[in-house]
T-cell receptor, first 114, second 112 residues
Framework: GDSVTQMEGPVTLSEEAFLTINCTYT??????LFWYVQYPGEGLQLLLK?????DKGSNKGFEATYRKETTSFHLEKGSVQVSDSAVYFC?????????????FGAGTQVVVTP | KAGVTQTPRYLIKTRGQQVTLSCSPI?????VSWYQQTPGQGLQFLFE???????NKGNFPGRFSGRQFSNSRSEMNVSTLELGDSALYLC???????????FGSGTRLTVV
């Protein structure tokens, strides 16, 4: 079945450091890919998305490129801030009628220190 | 525009009871899905409704059920609650797969 694997955390960084969170997936067909962010005590917020191969999603300085050849969707940010401390989830939405069944990775906690 | 609204935010129930959680999606969104989030199992898909029909279902026991009304509002019900049902239950709605899902703030269920 479909699955998402992302790097374990916590990832601890200093402010202004470069952030990368690796995400790989297994799926049939052509899924859509997403990154969500969750702050303490809150639901999930959509950070960025990509719906086909080679698409680059970007938002708030974060970027991720849909790489079908390596089945990856790594999240990057060039200069993190303390406010980026949160848990980040990589997710896929299968193609076809199963698109409503999001499959999530385990989540990666990111801690940014001043 | 209004987001996805889940009620109640917090709930404490006793083992063996049943509970109903409510979700109001973004206006115009016909797909509503439910997820259970726990520290041990992470985010797990419960079920998805589209135009009042259950379109997809996760691997949860029959104690977990849901429904969607003609105005797209959705409810999920858990009967015969167990301690292990303590979790954050998240509802999400979507217009289409390309747009992704918008999540509510969740209902924190504690079973004692």
């Amino acid at each position: 079945g479909d699955s998402v694997t992302q790097m374990e955390g916590p990832v601890t960084l200093s402010e202004e450091a470069f952030l990368t969170i690796n995400c790989t997936y297994t799926a049939t067909g052509y899924p859509s890919l997403f990154w969500y962010v969750q702050y303490p005590g809150e639901g999930l917020q959509l950070l960025l998305k990509a719906t086909k191969a080679d698409d680059k999603g970007s938002n708030k300085g974060f970027e991720a490129t849909y790489r079908k050849e390596t089945t990856s969707f790594h999240l990057e940010k060039g200069s993190v801030q303390v406010s980026d401390s949160a848990v980040y989830f990589c997710a896929l939405s299968p193609s076809g009628d199963s698109w409503g069944k999001l499959q999530f990775g385990a989540g990666t906690q990111v801690v940014v220190t001043p | 525009k209004a987001g996805v609204t889940q009620t109640p935010r917090y709930l404490i129930k006793t083992r063996g009871q049943q509970v109903t959680l409510s979700c109001s999606p973004i206006s115009g969104h016909r797909s509503v899905s439910w997820y259970q989030q726990t520290p041990g199992q992470g985010l797990q898909f419960l079920f998805e409704y589209f135009s009042e029909t259950q379109r997809n279902k996760g691997n949860f026991p029959g104690r977990f059920s849901g429904r969607q009304f003609s105005n797209s509002r959705s409810e999920m019900n858990v009967s015969t609650l167990e301690l292990g049902d303590s979790a954050l239950y998240l509802c999400a709605s979507s217009l289409s797969s390309e747009w992704g899902y918008t999540f509510g703030s969740g209902t924190r269920l504690t079973v004692v």
